[in-house]
């Protein structure tokens, strides 16, 4: 798995794109490969998932060459979880492989599709030992982890939702960028208790303590929610970044905290593509969306004020 030449292959920016089943990861990297091209990054896609059918982008290297989900399980009758952990076990086992594929595309943008189960970002440590790898190999890579939005809904949803991305962030060991998927569909199942940015930027936990102890259910789980909001405050370390595929200022807003987060420049034309693109959308003056346009287009408003809505608290 070593550079034969002895020459340290060229820097390679990308993005590994995880995240729960259903969250929008391959629908994403259809979109930001997309975005990249016409901001003029020549990208490529991988596809790190081996139970992806029916991929709707073009991709330069497929897992699924190499090993398949339906194949371990019949092989060796294992089920879809216990399969998948195999799979990425298998890929760990046989990196020359993705090393061979990969050094033929030294300058390109890279984004890794990757599978959705949760156990290979928060405690098997095969995705990770290959992520380790792919550093080796020169790569500066963003984990960008999706979420479906429509869990703020739910306080009990998002707690979890807070404690799977922090554990996420402490095992994989990468620069990290959490997004809210979906933001079109946010209030889908349910409204929000309170404004957006309450969500992104994980504000005091208590509040929404108050609010899950209404539900009798969770009433007498308080000290354990406790517990839990306590962990993730004492880390402050989870943010989201709100994102709508189909919405141009919101790939850039995560695209623009992706770039920072594993350190790629902006080459002149890409910038003055940007420029254009985001002037013809809305004028010279624009300036990046904020949380507040986000909830303007997406979140209905109740007509409340504050203290209507403490009351109800």
């Known amino acids: 798995m070593s550079n034969q030449s002895g020459v340290k292959p060229s820097l390679r920016f990308g993005q590994v794109v995880i995240g729960p089943p259903g969250s929008g990861k391959t629908t994403y990297c259809q979109g930001m490969q997309e975005f990249l091209t016409h901001l003029g990054r020549k990208v490529v896609v991988v596809n790190m998932d081996p139970a992806n059918e029916g991929i709707p982008y073009s991709c330069v290297v497929d897992i699924s060459e190499l090993v398949t989900l339906d194949d371990v399980m019949d ?54 030992n290959i992520f380790s790898q792919l550093a080796k190999w020169n790569f500066r890579l963003t984990a960008v982890h999706l979420v479906d939005s429509h869990y703020c809904a739910d306080p009990a949803k998002f707690i979890s939702v807070l404690c799977t991305s922090l554990s996420t962030m402490l095992h994989v060991e990468l620069p990290h960028v959490n997004v809210l998927s979906k933001m079109d569909l946010i209030e889908q199942y349910g409204k929000l208790a309170f404004n957006l940015d309450f969500y992104t930027e994980v504000m005091d936990l208590t509040y929404l303590l108050d609010h899950l102890a209404a539900d009798p259910f969770f009433k007498k ?28 200022e919101s790939m850039i807003q995560v695209l623009r905290a992706v770039d920072k987060a594993n350190g790629y420049c902006f080459g002149d034309l890409e910038e003055r593509n940007l420029q254009a693109m985001m002037s013809a959308a809305v004028g010279a003056d624009f300036q990046f969306n904020s949380t507040l346009g986000v909830q303007e287009r997406y979140v209905e408003t109740s007509g409340k004020t504050v203290e209507d809505e403490m009351k109800e608290l």
């Open 75 to 128: 092989g060796l009758k294992l089920g879809p979880n216990g399969g998948l952990l195999y799979c990425m076990e298998y890929v760990e086992a046989n990196l020359d492989w993705l090393e061979n594929k990969l050094k033929q595309y030294s300058d390109c943008y890279f984004l890794f599709d990757c599978p959705g189960q949760v156990e290979l970002y928060t405690h098997q440590s095969s995705v990770k």
């Open 221 to 248: 789980f308080r000290h354990l929610n406790e517990k839990l909001a306590e962990v993730i405050q004492d880390y402050s370390l989870v943010s989201f970044v709100p994102l709508n595929v189909q919405d141009k």
